[in-house]
């Protein structure tokens, strides 16, 4: 007999794995969709708790699937238009906000006016899953210390934890969501379209502007808190979430060694303290870090620079070198092409690592690879 969690957990896969279809239809309990969309479920840029990954289109080219196009200015402001991300996809009689290629460099389109002045587009890849929802489990203290030891230091690197309204953010690329269960919530609201006591607008990302995605029906139920999702689905996925875990890494491999001595354990912290006192894996510290302007691609959030990025958890990549990208964009193909990019608080690790020999820079990659 399963346990009340391992229920749960079922559950969550289940609603993860959903292919969500337009209201209104006879099983309230899967529509909601849109009217706007970037995936039709959670595993359309997840499958089996990865995530984006490399693949060859019907042309014979290469893309990317898992990758989406944000919208904004430096200081956060999104499109008035099209709002905060390109929606490729929408329900019957509308029509997509654009499309978008990733490979071997952006290219979209836009099916409806050009964006704002000052708007620029970035890419944001979705990432792996194993191991991130305990970071939900990180006291605020565990990530404020790094923050006030960084300003210590004489290297250069600094971090700054994202202090939001809500309380100090874990997760996003700039650390926007304070908690996993937030982070499931923006999720299915910008990405599917589904409305959730935490994202109760039942329009997903569609704006004031976008008229005829205004007068589509929604697939709003008491059923759901009112909403599409209802806060106890919210808490099912986070429970299958949960049960996607990192691996170990190879503490005493000649690479960790390396890893450390070059300041990459700097950012890129191995484990971290949870409330209970584990450590659990993680290599990131979760604060920001301002990445110098190879790494800036004009698309800020509220409060963080288009410049400053969360540190990357360099936990849960599964997939086959070849299907690998790096970087919020996937604009690095390798780890070292991924830390050729490293500027701003990261350059003093990089002249490191540029200066290593071909045997401890392999080293290195190796165990960054197997993480």
């Given at each position: 007999m399963l346990r009340a969690d391992q229920l749960d957990a079922a559950v969550g896969k289940a609603l993860f794995d959903r292919q969500w279809i337009p209201a209104p239809a006879s099983?309230?309990?899967?529509?909601?969709?849109?009217?706007?969309?970037?995936?039709?479920?959670?595993?359309?840029?997840?499958?089996?708790?990865?995530?984006?990954?490399?693949?060859?289109?019907?042309?014979?080219?290469?893309?990317?699937?898992?990758?989406?196009?944000?919208?904004?200015?430096?200081?956060?402001?999104?499109?008035?238009?099209?709002?905060?991300?390109?929606?490729?996809?929408?329900?019957?009689?509308?029509?997509?906000?654009?499309?978008?290629?990733?490979?071997?460099?952006?290219?979209?389109?836009?099916?409806?006016?050009?964006?704002?002045?000052?708007?620029?587009?970035?890419?944001?890849?979705?990432?792996?899953?194993?191991?991130?929802?305990?970071?939900?489990?990180v006291p605020d203290e565990e990530i404020l210390k790094r923050a006030v030891a960084g300003e210590r230091k004489a290297d250069g690197v600094k971090g700054?934890?994202?202090?939001?309204?809500?309380?100090?953010?874990?997760?996003?690329?700039?650390?926007?969501?304070?908690?996993?269960?937030?982070?499931?919530a923006h999720a299915f609201a910008i990405d599917i379209g589904l409305s959730s006591p935490k994202m109760p607008f039942p329009y997903g990302d569609c704006t004031k502007l976008e008229t005829a995605c205004l007068a589509l029906p929604n697939g709003e139920s008491p059923e759901f808190d009112g909403r599409e999702i209802s806060s106890a689905m919210l808490g099912y996925v986070d429970s299958y979430l949960k049960t996607l875990r990192a691996g170990s890494d190879a503490a005493d491999s000649p690479g960790a060694?390396?890893?450390?001595?070059?300041?990459?354990?700097?950012?890129?912290v191995p484990t971290l303290a949870t409330r209970d006192g584990r450590q659990i894996p993680a290599f990131t510290d979760l604060l920001l870090h301002d990445m110098g302007p190879l790494l800036d691609d004009g698309v800020g959030e509220p409060g963080v620079k288009s410049s400053e990025w969360r540190t990357a958890p360099l936990i849960g990549h599964r997939l086959p070198s070849e299907q690998r990208r790096f970087l919020h964009d996937?604009?690095?193909?390798?780890?070292?092409?991924?830390?050729?990019?490293?500027?701003?608080?990261?350059?003093?690790?990089?002249?490191?690592f540029e200066a290593l020999s071909q045997d401890d820079k392999k080293r290195l990659v190796e165990y960054v690879n197997g993480l």
């Open positions: 099983t309230k309990a899967t529509d909601g969709l849109g009217p706007f969309f970037s995936s039709r479920s959670c595993t359309g840029c997840h499958s089996r708790g990865e995530g984006a990954h490399v693949v060859t289109r019907d042309d014979g080219q290469a893309d990317i699937v898992g990758a989406v196009v944000r919208f904004g200015k430096g200081d956060g402001t999104t499109d008035p238009f099209y709002g905060l991300q390109l929606q490729t996809d929408a329900v019957p009689t509308l029509m997509p906000e654009g499309h978008a290629r990733f490979l071997p460099d952006l290219k979209y389109n836009l099916t409806g006016p050009a964006l704002a002045d000052g708007v620029n587009a970035g890419v944001r890849l979705a990432p792996p899953l194993f191991g991130r929802a305990a970071f939900d489990d700054r934890a994202n202090v939001t309204a809500q309380g100090i953010g874990r997760y996003g690329w700039k650390a926007a969501h304070v908690t996993l269960d937030d982070q499931v060694a390396v890893f450390g001595a070059i300041g990459c354990a700097s950012c890129h996937g604009s690095a193909a390798t780890v070292e092409e991924a830390i050729g990019k490293h500027c701003g608080e990261a350059e003093h690790s990089r002249n490191l």
